[in-house]
T-cell receptor, first 114, second 113 residues
């Protein structure tokens, strides 16, 4: 499986500010995915990040709130903008395995918004 | 879109007993069903998956069964050990591509020594 590094691992932020989360993979991947896991909840897909094109957002998530960059095949960022306490969650990036099978997750970013 | 229901939400078993978690899905076009284990404070880890052309798959103490007609699949853990304590998530997808994975609500499993 790919090695997926995510940073920061955790942060405490003030409401109204923005945080950018970085995801680095040790191999080139076509698609990268960003998930949110609210406290004690399941995983919800935010968007799919494709290199060279705009991210594709799932219902309930918009680019203004969660802008995503994908400058190359090994890196992506997710920004959580104008944060409120409701944004307190774990944010996870993920990638498919080399044969396009299976989904592997990064270590996650635990975000707390005060 | 796809909807995945998972039961039970919590499961407590005695060490050595078996644990069974069940999931149902709504979209008959789904054909890929992975299971993830998430220990406290850690990332979800893929533990087993099954595709719709297979009815059962085993890997040591864990197994997954799939009933496409009834649109449900189950995770079976035999001879449970304390290190099996975690939250388990099922998921469904219309392909092996992760961008359409829909997750169940999760099952918190506690194995009591």
């Amino acid at each position: 499986s790919a090695v997926i590094s995510q940073k920061p691992s955790r942060d405490i932020c003030q409401r109204g500010t923005s945080l950018t989360i970085q995801c680095q993979v040790d191999s080139q991947v076509t698609m990268m995915f960003w998930y949110r896991q609210q406290p004690g909840q399941s995983l919800t897909l935010i968007a799919t990040a494709n290199q060279g094109s705009e991210a594709t957002y799932e219902s309930g998530f918009v680019i203004d709130k969660f802008p995503i960059s994908r400058p190359n095949l090994t890196f992506s960022t997710l920004t959580v903008s104008n944060m409120s306490p409701e944004d307190s969650s774990i944010y996870l990036c993920s990638v498919e395995g080399k044969r396009g099978e299976k989904l592997f997750f990064g270590s996650g970013t635990q975000l707390s918004v005060l | 879109g796809e909807n995945v229901e998972q039961h039970p939400s919590t499961l407590s078993v005695q060490e050595g007993d078996s644990a069974v978690i069940k999931c149902t899905y709504s979209d008959s076009a789904s054909n890929y069903f992975p299971w993830y284990k998430q220990e406290l404070g850690k990332r979800p880890q893929l533990i087993i998956d099954i595709r719709s052309n297979v009815g059962e798959k085993k890997d040591q103490r864990i197994a997954v069964t799939l009933n496409k007609t009834a649109k449900h699949f189950s995770l079976h853990i035999t001879e449970t050990q304390p290190e099996d304590s975690a939250v388990y998530f099922c998921a469904a997808s219309m392909s092996a591509a992760g961008n359409k994975l829909t997750f169940g609500g999760g099952t918190r499993v506690l194995v009591k020594p």
